[in-house]
């Protein structure tokens, strides 16, 4: 299993851009999560999914959207890019029986806003 | 907002001796969680420990939890230099469908061979 996967690993956006961040997973979970860490601030959560179909806020969603379109898939958006927006991106993935899930993580995107 | 809040932010010890972080939180939880990133890395699950127990082990790790203080440490005895990495601490809150969980700053520890 390659567990949870995020393309791409590296990118620089001008201000105004936009872009698509990609997770997958092959651990048939239902619950998928974007995270953002920023040094000093921990991971924030972005946006987050518990099926397919369905998606909710998290702790920082303002400038960011999301699709979970297939299970194994959670898409994060961005639509016009900010400097503030600069930061490592993680999404990771866990089942929704019972309460007592780890949650696995993505190896990041490292986005850098110009 | 930060529901667990490490302590020391950072830490350097020398090889073979024990390195201890603690967890503070604010609210009730359904667990604890205790995970590893190494520099450039994703974060790796070390340990959970649900909120009617208080102690667990696996490995060198050893994890308290003390919910009438709200807090948890997380002890690593005999440390290596691969244990070199950031340890952060997750509260899972939540009820229903959804567990909140919510992830602190983060303790870096720095292991000198």
């Known amino acids: 299993n390659a567990g949870v996967t995020q393309t791409p690993k590296f990118r620089v956006l001008k201000t105004g851009q936009s872009m698509t961040l990609l997770c997958a997973q092959d651990?048939?979970?239902?619950?998928m999560y974007w995270y953002r860490q920023d040094p000093g601030m921990g991971l924030r959560l972005i946006h987050y999914?518990?099926?397919?179909?369905?998606?909710a806020k998290g702790e920082v969603p303002d400038g960011y959207n999301v699709s979970r379109l297939k299970k194994q898939n959670f898409l994060l958006g961005l639509e016009s890019a900010a400097p503030s927006q600069t930061s490592v991106y993680f999404c990771?993935?866990?089942?929704?029986?019972?309460?007592?899930?780890?949650?696995?993580f993505g190896p990041g995107t490292r986005l850098t806003v110009l | 907002s930060q529901q667990g809040e490490e302590d020391p932010q950072a830490l350097s010890i020398q090889e073979g001796e024990n390195a201890t972080m603690n967890c503070s939180y604010k609210?009730?939880?359904?667990?604890l969680q205790w995970y590893r990133q190494n520099s450039g890395r994703g974060l790796v699950h070390l340990i959970l420990?649900?909120?009617?127990?208080r102690e667990k082990h696996s490995g060198r790790l050893r994890v308290t939890l003390d919910t009438s203080k709200k807090s948890s440490s997380l002890l690593i005895t005999a440390s290596r230099a691969a244990d070199t990495a950031s340890y952060f601490c997750?509260?899972?809150?939540?009820?229903?469908?959804?567990?909140?969980?919510?992830f602190g700053i983060g303790t870096k520890l720095q292991v000198i061979p």
């Open positions: 609210t009730s939880i359904n667990n």
């Open positions: 990771a993935s866990r089942k929704r029986e019972g309460p007592y899930n780890e949650q696995f």
């Open positions: 420990i649900r909120s009617n127990e």
């Open positions: 997750a509260t899972d809150e939540g009820t229903g469908g959804y567990q909140k969980v919510t």
């Open positions: 651990m048939n979970h239902e619950y």
């Open positions: 999914s518990v099926g397919e179909g369905t998606t």
